[in-house]
């Protein structure tokens, strides 16, 4: 991830707290507030779901005991809705088989109530920073899919042979071209997915596979 | 006499005066034994010397004083021959009179007396015979006995005509007909009567009838024989007991001045073991072979006091029962069999022979081991089940408790730090920070109303106060714990004042107070050598007050642990929780009471418990 985040202004990343407990609410609202997080509370997983602009970077504080729905149970319905928002849980009483049960499913954190505003405010940031490595892989992805999507039929079989690592005079006996025209098709390929030498377009190859 | 008189002068005057040449003064035999026919010895001695004197005279008046001559001859031979008879009718006379006697006692005695010749004829038949067969004497002689009698004897007749030859007597029982046709048994006794030879002439028979002896004797056997086969073949344990020694030794006590047995019995355990071991097994069934564990009866014979532990106590109550003269005495207590095992048995105790016969006394004996088990498992169970529904209850109530009341923790805490955080920034911003600081103090508020709620909840649980019977209570944790005592060989003691007041309060408590403080003595003991005795006691204290004492004989308690004994969370046992005594404490304390423990100068520990007598105060939950 060497590379810079993109151009365009990412929208402030905002906390969601999900808790039925409105003196616990009131209570991380402040806190995330006084380190200058913004924050949005919630006393129930369906007033979470009807949010408005639920596609905001940020994360999630989320009680285990919540009324309705078990914090578990909820998790997992948020990953069936590809909502891949980091998941920091709170419980009153904290058992471990729970916890462990949480952390395999993704959870970020695990604190028990009452925990230490530092380990909060650490899980938070933590949580916040894996958001935003998140979307910017997926922004990434985004404008490589984009490019590929751009290149001629011929093209991608090209690629395809050429990130494989044949020469292009194989490449050309392969698909029945000349080298001249592999070494054009190549040069198209090179410039349409902004690959400045064959290896950044290796790269860009097993990322497109990964994410198919 | 007369005609012997007559006789003796004709046979004189012949001799003297006639001259018949002979021995006329032979006849004279013929006087002789008319006498001896009916005269005394004296009238026998008379006639012969006189019948003598008169040969004499007729011989020297017709012959003077010859010469041994045949005249002479004859006379002495006449002389002899009157002297001869004269002793031989004395003889027979003797011999007559002996018989007549005889004869005379044959008639006096009750038996039947009958003589039969070697034909089988009866020659002779008393009155007792008459009586004993309904033939009378005129009837039955010449008569054919084993005819007339239908004689049967207990074997063949070759054997005991045998037995009449060789010995001369045989005795045994023989059925005979009565004239009425009704069988008697007659116990008869034969002699074989010999002349002077030895030639058999008759045989004596005397019998007695034992027709209605035998018939008893039959019904005995058969009430015998009933009494054995249910003896033997019952279902239940039956033992005979022989009781003689027990009751020798209580008679010696009555002479030594003891009148009042149950006080005495009340002092002297020692004396009841004695009386135990004095008690002989004579006999004992199938059954308590099987329930003993026993190979063989003989096993099982010999002292009491193998079977029935030192622990028992209803012994005396047995020992009083037999030496007021019997009755039936019952109960149930413990025996240990062969093998070791304690059983469970209920026991009735009876004379069948009376009140002064305590050689066979009958015990029977019920094992109820089994349903024993089976009872105090089910107890067991229930107890066990109500203090995992009460264990279920109080978890599922501390986790609720425990969620509400952390809740607003949480939040104080998190207000706390964002308040601090609010002022330490760069620009402190009191306004957010002193905001956080006012929901610091309502949230404390909420959770103290939260423990209030908590408690107001535990003190409406309705108290059910009655006043109960510690003694019951004591025995049913008995049972309860018996299992454990057994495993870990403590003798449990209770001792409770005979005026010890009824405590007042909540039973189902109270009794896990009593079974927690049992429980922990006897695991308190379990590594100890030697007696392991646990004494519950109890007695007033003051005038409103019971006192209760559970005392061991255990390594007592640590110096370390005695300062918070009963904190909650403290334990000396790896699987304990530590909660027993703290709840107990709370338990006394809620009922108004004190509970507290000290160390025994002799080893072991001792908690005691105070409860008072009268309605308890509803001292604060």
Redesign the interface.
Same mark, same amino acid.
């Given at each position: 991830m060497t590379r810079m985040p993109p151009t365009m202004t990412a929208p402030p990343p905002v906390v969601c707290i999900v808790d039925d407990d409105a003196a616990v609410r009131e209570a991380l609202d402040s806190l995330f507030r006084s380190v200058g997080l913004n924050v949005a509370t919630f006393s129930s997983a369906a007033d979470f779901l009807a949010r408005e602009n639920a596609s905001a970077p940020g994360c999630l504080v989320l009680d285990v005991r919540l009324p309705g729905v078990n914090g578990l149970d909820f998790q997992a319905q948020l990953a069936a809705m590809d909502n891949r928002l980091p998941i920091v849980f709170m419980t009153g009483h904290g058992d471990i088989p729970m916890s462990v049960r949480a952390m395999k499913a993704g959870a970020l954190d695990f604190l028990s109530k009452p925990f230490r505003d530092q380990d909060m405010l650490d899980a938070v940031s933590m949580a916040i920073e894996r958001d935003a490595a998140e979307r910017r892989d997926a922004t990434a992805i985004g404008a490589l899919r984009q490019a590929y999507a751009s290149l001629t039929p011929r093209e991608r079989e090209v690629m395809q042979h050429v990130t494989a690592g044949l020469m292009n005079k194989q490449v050309g006996s392969l698909l029945g071209l000349s080298e001249i025209t592999v070494k054009i098709h190549r040069g198209n390929v090179m410039r349409k997915m902004a690959a400045r030498s064959l290896a950044e377009l290796v790269r860009q190859a097993e990322a497109l596979a990964a994410h198919s | 006499m007369t005609t012997g008189a007559l006789l003796a002068l004709a046979v004189f005057l012949v001799d003297t005066f006639t001259a018949l040449q002979g021995a006329v003064a032979v006849v004279y035999l013929v006087v002789v034994l008319l006498v001896a026919a009916s005269g005394s010895r004296r009238a026998i001695g008379g006639a012969a010397f006189g019948c003598m004197g008169l040969t004499i005279v007729s011989f020297v008046r017709g012959h003077g004083f010859p010469a041994l001559d045949a005249a002479m001859l004859r006379c002495l031979v006449s002389l002899s021959a009157i002297a001869i008879t004269a002793v031989l009718s004395l003889r027979a006379r003797d011999r007559l009179a002996t018989i007549a006697g005889q004869a005379r006692l044959i008639e006096l005695t009750h038996d039947s007396i009958y003589v039969r010749d070697m034909d089988d004829v009866i020659v002779l038949w008393n009155t007792g015979a008459e009586q004993l067969y309904g033939w009378t004497a005129s009837e039955a002689m010449g008569q054919r006995a084993t005819q007339l009698l239908a004689t049967a004897l207990p074997g063949h007749h070759t054997v005991v005509d045998a037995a009449l030859f060789s010995a001369g007597r045989w005795e045994g029982e023989v059925t005979q007909k009565h004239r009425d046709g009704r069988t008697v048994i007659v116990a008869t006794r034969c002699a074989l009567l010999r002349d002077d030879r030895g030639k058999a002439r008759v045989i004596l028979e005397a019998g007695t009838d034992v027709t209605a002896r035998r018939a008893a004797d039959a019904a005995l056997s058969e009430s015998e024989d009933r009494y054995r086969s249910m003896f033997e073949k019952a279902r239940f344990s039956f033992w005979e007991e022989d009781w003689t020694l027990v009751m020798d030794r209580i008679a010696t006590l009555r002479d030594q001045g003891v009148t009042d047995l149950a006080g005495y019995l009340q002092v002297n355990p020692a004396f009841i073991r004695e009386c135990c071991a004095l008690t002989q097994v004579t006999d004992v069934n199938d059954a308590t072979v099987r329930m003993l564990g026993a190979r063989c009866r003989e096993d099982l014979l010999g002292p009491l006091d193998r079977f029935l532990p030192p622990t028992d106590t209803t012994f005396s109550r047995v020992i009083l029962t037999i030496a007021q003269g019997g009755g039936v005495a019952e109960g149930e207590t413990h025996i240990v069999n062969l093998k070791g095992e304690r059983l469970t048995v209920l026991f009735a105790l009876n004379m069948p022979l009376g009140p002064t016969r305590f050689d066979r006394v009958l015990v029977s004996v019920v094992d109820i081991t089994d349903r024993k088990r089976a009872e105090r498992a089910l107890m067991a169970v229930q107890s066990e089940l109500a203090q995992a529904a009460r264990i279920t209850a109080l978890g599922e109530m501390s $986790?609720s408790i #425990? +969620?509400e009341v952390?809740?607003?923790? #949480? $939040?104080?805490?998190? +207000?706390g %730090? $964002?308040?601090l955080?609010?002022l330490r /920034?760069p620009a402190p @911003?009191l306004h %957010?920070a002193c @905001? $956080?600081i006012a /929901?610091v103090v /309502? @949230?404390a508020r /909420?959770a103290s109303e939260v423990v209030h709620r908590v408690r107001s909840l535990a003190s409406k649980e309705p108290r059910q106060h009655v006043r109960f019977d510690l003694a019951t209570l004591v025995a049913e944790c008995a049972l309860l714990l018996e299992g454990e005592m057994a495993q870990h060989h403590v003798v449990l003691g209770v001792d409770i004042a005979a005026d010890a007041p009824l405590p007042r309060g909540d039973r189902v408590q109270l009794q896990q107070v009593v079974l927690n403080l049992m429980g922990n003595a006897i695991r308190a003991m379990s590594d100890v050598r030697g007696a392991r005795t646990l004494v519950l006691r109890a007695r007033a204290d003051g005038e409103e007050s019971l006192l209760v004492e559970v005392e061991d004989s255990g390594t007592g308690i640590p110096e370390d642990i005695a300062a918070h004994l009963f904190d909650a969370f403290v334990t000396t046992r790896g699987g304990g929780m530590g909660m027993g005594l703290a709840i107990c404490r709370s338990t006394v304390e809620s009922h108004g009471g004190r509970l507290w423990a000290t160390n025994r100068p002799e080893g072991g520990a001792t908690f005691h418990f105070t409860l008072p007598v009268t309605v308890a105060e509803e001292a604060g939950a």
């Open positions: - | $986790a #425990a +969620h952390n809740q607003p923790l #949480a $939040a104080i805490v998190t +207000h %730090e $964002a308040s955080r609010w /920034r @911003d %957010e @905001d $956080a /929901r /309502r @949230d /909420r």
